[in-house]
C-alpha cells in the first residue's frame, strides 16, 4: 500500500553529477543493491546524520571523511546495514571505501560511504569490492531513475524530485532521491536522502541550508517512532551552473533554497507515502503553540499514538484518541478550555468538549480521505509546526513481522 | 488473545468492603457495567492518578471528593469515559455522586467516582442514577469477582488477585480487582486498580504505599504508549482487621508492604497479558544504568517501539531492532562497547556487536516462547529497573480499528 500516485519525476541532469548501479549480490542474488553518486571536482557536500547513538559504522566514517578531503564519490548499498557490527563492522567499510578510492584514482577520504538494510550482520565487503569495477564504469548523467530504483529496501517506490529554475542567466537544476519506509522517526530514520545541484553554493550556505532543510522536512516526518543507526540525507552543490558563488546575499539564494525546500519536502513526504502499510497521508499541525518544542512535542505524541494510527487507518475520526494524545504530550498546563482541534476544516473539539456544530457525518466524510489533516490550535503563543505521518494497518504489522524470514 | 492462565483467584473477604454491580444500560443494553465499592465507617483511601492533562470529570471530582470527606462509596461506570465533555461532564460526575449520596445517606463528598470507556460521549447520568437502588441493594462482601466482570471494557478476561496473610495473631485480608488492555502506558493507562485490605493503616503509610507500589507496578507497564484520561488506583484500607493501626515503625508493616506487592504487581502484569492482540508477555528489564531515570527511558523506549512489539510478535529475534532502539532512548554517552542484551539467558549483543557465542537457533528458541525477557546491561551504572508489555500483533489493528463502530 502506499498513498498518492507512485510515479518518478523527470529528472533534470545535474551537471557535475553522474549516477551508477549494479548488483553485487548483497542480500539476495541479482536485485540491484550498489549505487554510486560520482561528483566533478570542486563539488562541496553537507549532510546531516542520525541521532542514534548506536551509529553504524559507514556513519562514523562518512563523517570523518566530509571533515578530511574534498568529497569525489558517495558509495550506498542497500540490504545490510553494517550496524551493531564492531570493529570488523568499521574495517569493512574502510575496505570498501579504499577499494573505490583505488579505482578511481582518488584518495580514501574522497569516498562517503552508506549502507542500509539489516543491522547486527557482517558486510559481505568482497561482493561490494568486486562490484566495483562494473559500478564505475556504468556512471551516467541521466541514471537519477536507476539510483533511486537502487536504493530502495522496503520501500514500494522509488522516490525522486527535481526542479530546474533560472538564476539571472544561469539554469541552476536540482535533483534528488530518497529512500525509507520503516523506522522512520524525526532525527532521520532508515532514510536516505541525497539531493544534488549544480549552483555554486558558499561553504557556509551549504551547511546551513542542510541543516534548515533537513530538519523542517526529513525531521518533521515520523512511521514508526523507530529512527535508525543508519540515516543520513546529503546535500551536495557541483558549482558547474555558468554563475558566480552564491551566499546568503546573493540576490538568488531566496529563490534557490524555497526550489531546494521542495525537493526536500517532496523527498521526505514520498517516505511517508510509502510508510510501510500506510493507507493514509497525514499532515499534522500544531498552532498558537508557547514554543517550538512544545509544538512539537504534540504534533509527535499525536503521530506516534498507536490509537490515533489505528482510527486513521479505520477512517474513524475518534477525536478523543487525538484528545487523549495532546493531553500526555508532556506539555505543562494545557488549557482545555483554549484548545480547539480540527479535521481537515470540521472543528472536533472546542470550548473543552465536541463541538457544537460537529457531527459524525462531517467527521467520516473527512476521515474517509486519503489525505487528512488534523489540526490542533493550543490557544497558549504564536507557534506553529507541522509534521506528517501515516497510519497504522494490517500491513504494517504484516511487513514487519515478516522482514528478516 | 491473552497470554498465561486468565482464571480470578479465590477472593479472600475484606472486612468492611462490600461490592455491588448492576447493568445500566450504559453503552450497551444489559451489560453489566456499574459497578459501586462500599466502605465501611472509618475506611481510609489514597489513589494515584493518571498524568494526562486533560483528565476526566470524575478524576478532577475524585481527587477533589478525597480531601474533603472520609470516603464511603466508589462509583465506577464502564462504556463511557466521561472525558472532553466540557461542563456538561463535571455536572453529570457531580449527578450521580449526588445521588448515590442521597440513596444510602452519606455526605456527596464521601462518593469517589471513576468512569471508564469512550471519550467525548456525554454520560447518560440519567441512566446511572436509575440504577443506583438496585445497585447498592446488591452489595455483599463475596461478590469480588463480579466486580472484577463489572469493570471490564476491552478487557478479554476479568482481573483480580487477592491475599490471606497474618500478622501476628490477626489475620489480614487483601482482594484487588483492575481492568485494562489497551491506551495503557506508564502513568496509568484506561486502567482502573481497586485494592482494599481490612489492615488498619495509617493514613501516612497509606499515601506513601498507594504512590510507591503503584509506581512500581501500575506505573511500569505499557501496552500501547497512550496514556488515559481516566486512570486511576486506589488504596483503601478499612481497619476493620483487629489488630493495632500500623505506621511504618510497626513489625508488621513489611510483610504487609509486600502482600500489597504482589496484589498490585499481580494486577498490572495480568492488564499487559490481556494487552490488545498480545501473544507474548515481555519483562524487560534494565540493568547497570546510571540513573533510574535512563534505565526507563531505554527500557520504555524498547517496549514501546513497534519494530521490537512486531518482531516480538513474529517470534524474531531481530537483535538489531532493540539495539537501534536502545541507541535512540535519548541516553547520552552510550558505550556499545560495555553493551550488552540477553533475551532470557542467550546474549545477543557483547563487545559492540553479535555475541560470539550467539546462534539463530538458540535466539529462536527463546523467542518461541510466550514468556519473554530482554535484558539490556548498560554497563554503566548500578541502578536495575523493570518494565512489562506485550507483542504487537495483528489482532491489536483489529481490535482498535473496530472499537468504536
Redesign the interface.
Known sequence: MAVGPGTLPQFFPVKGVKTGIVSAGIKKPGRKDLVVIELAPGSRVAGIFT?????AAPVQLCRRHLQAAEPRFLLINTGN?N???????MRDAVACCAALAENAGVELQAVLPFSTG???EPLPAGRIIDALPALLAGTAEDRWADAAAGIMTTDTRAKGASRQLHLGEHRVNISGISKGA??IRP?MATMLGFIATDAKLAPELLSRWSAELGERSFNRITI??????NDACMLMATGQYGGPEIDADSPFADDLKTALQEVYLELAHAIVRDGEGATKFVTIEVSRAASVQEALDVAFTVA????VK??L??S?P????I???????G????D?QALAIFLGDVCL?R????ADDYSEERGQAMMNQEEITIHIDLGRGEVSERVWTCD???D???I??????
Open positions: 541521532t542514534n547513538q548506536f551509529c546495514a550496524a551493531g557490527t564492531g570493529e570488523p563492522g539489516v543491522i547486527g520503516g523506522m532525527n514508526d517512532g523507530d529512527t535508525s543507526t506516534h499514538s498507536p490509537l489505528t482510527a487507518f479505520a474513524d475518534n477525536w478523543g484518541r484528545l487523549a494524545a495532546v493531553g500526555r504530550a506539555v505543562e498546563g494545557l482545555l473539539v470550548n473543552g468538549g465536541r497504522l494497518s494490517h504494517y504489522v504484516t514487519n513481522a515478516e522482514y528478516r524470514t
